[in-house]
């Protein structure tokens, strides 16, 4: 949990839920906390780094834990992949589960980084995230994002060789984050890593109706993200090798298609859907056989937003060029590296100056 940022005591907050459940024989809760420093409580101030494992018990003392630690690590910073190694090897140490999820939990950025560190300046970039995995080699059941943003295509495949399922959200996460309370207690019933799936994402559609807040979560198989690329890849390869007068109507898409928070995400789904639309019988049935492979991966998507058309997966189209150097850093993403017609369309379309002509200004 990288709490050493503004959502330190979200961080608090989240581990009393825990604590309502706690860990017993059926579930193993083990929680590595960063907080901010100095924070203060009623009972004593700390902003190290601490190592827990969850146990069962109400506190009659406001955003106290009752839970002690079982190692203290003094300052670390959460955006260094030395940090989230070290971690990954302690739970494989500490924890023998049958089934393992490793939930990782602070701001999320979608591809652009995760796990924020206020008093390091830094953050877990999405190739330190793919770096620290692919070193220490474990696979996991299930890799939930409680990060806001994290529901992103190209973050997605950098990870897929690492777990069976992902528990994302394409948007952002409310303050309140994932409601341990509402589904740690039903994870008993649970027989296999896609029921646990479904359990924690109807638990957030559960919460958040009866908060009546806008959010989405999504669950999705990771053994269908090559097949997705694939199909992209063509489908973005035609695009790229449109005549100019065909080409410049994608530019149409920069205000047309349904946009995440962060404006440089749109909805994949949205997005090839409205490709189909402009260009016609030129993508043959490719967007419907991608529709069919997204929908045969996800497991279960949720949206309590009134009116929304996230369907639970983004993909990078910025609505202006970024800087050289975020260009470099998308360059640099596992996927643009195996598939590289959807970066080679968005290079085009900053080349033939589309985002000028819709009033956008380049980034300096």
């Known amino acids: 949990?990288?709490?050493?940022?503004?959502?330190?005591?979200?961080?608090?907050?989240?581990?009393?839920?825990?604590?309502?459940?706690?860990?017993?024989?059926?579930?193993?809760?083990?929680?590595?906390?960063d907080r901010r420093t100095p924070y203060f409580t009623s009972a004593k101030i700390w902003g190290d780094t601490r190592r827990y494992k969850i146990i069962k018990g109400v506190t009659t003392t406001a955003n106290q834990m009752i839970s002690l630690p079982i190692s203290r690590l003094g300052e670390i910073n959460t955006g260094d992949p030395e940090s989230l190694k070290d971690f990954l090897h302690w739970l494989n140490f500490y924890d023998r589960s049958k089934y393992q999820t490793l939930i990782l939990w602070g701001h999320g950025h979608g591809w652009k980084g995760l796990c924020d560190d206020l008093e390091s300046n830094d953050?877990?970039?999405?190739?330190?995230?793919?770096?620290?995995?692919?070193?220490?080699?474990?696979?996991?059941?299930?890799?939930?994002?409680?990060?806001?943003?994290?529901?992103?295509?190209?973050?997605?495949?950098?990870?897929?060789?690492?777990?069976?399922?992902?528990?994302?959200?394409?948007?952002?996460?409310?303050?309140?984050?994932?409601?341990?309370?509402?589904?740690?207690?039903?994870?008993?019933?649970?027989?296999?890593?896609?029921?646990?799936?479904?359990?924690?994402?109807?638990?957030?559609r559960d919460f958040y109706q009866k908060?009546?807040?806008?959010?989405?979560?999504s669950g999705f198989k990771t053994d269908g993200l090559s097949r997705l690329a694939e199909i992209f890849d063509l489908l973005a390869s035609i695009v790229l090798e449109m005549p100019e007068k065909d080409f410049v109507k994608i530019k149409w898409l920069i205000s047309g298609v349904s946009r995440c928070t962060d404006r440089d995400y749109v909805d994949l789904l949205d997005l090839v859907r409205k490709l189909k639309t402009i260009f016609n019988h030129k993508l043959g049935r490719l967007p419907d056989i991608l529709e069919i492979v997204y929908w045969e991966m996800c497991v279960k998507h949720v949206n309590t937003f009134k009116v929304d058309a996230l369907q639970g997966m983004s993909v990078y189209f910025p609505e202006g060029e970024p800087t050289i150097e975020l260009q470099k850093y998308y360059g640099s993403l596992k996927y643009t590296q195996e598939f590289s017609s959807w970066s080679k369309v968005l290079r085009r379309l900053w080349n033939n100056n589309s985002y000028q002509e819709k009033g956008y200004t380049r980034s300096s």
């Open 211 to 217: 908060e009546g807040s806008g959010a989405t979560l």
């Open 1 to 33: 949990m990288a709490g050493d940022e503004d959502l330190d005591g979200a961080g608090i907050r989240d581990i009393i839920e825990m604590e309502q459940v706690g860990s017993d024989d059926f579930v193993n809760i083990l929680v590595q906390l």
């Open 123 to 204: 953050y877990l970039t999405s190739g330190e995230l793919l770096q620290a995995l692919e070193e220490c080699g474990y696979y996991y059941d299930i890799i939930g994002f409680d990060a806001c943003l994290m529901g992103n295509f190209e973050l997605l495949y950098e990870i897929k060789k690492y777990c069976k399922y992902v528990i994302v959200s394409e948007e952002k996460i409310p303050n309140r984050g994932w409601p341990y309370h509402y589904f740690l207690s039903n994870l008993k019933s649970c027989t296999s890593p896609e029921e646990v799936v479904r359990c924690i994402v109807s638990a957030y």
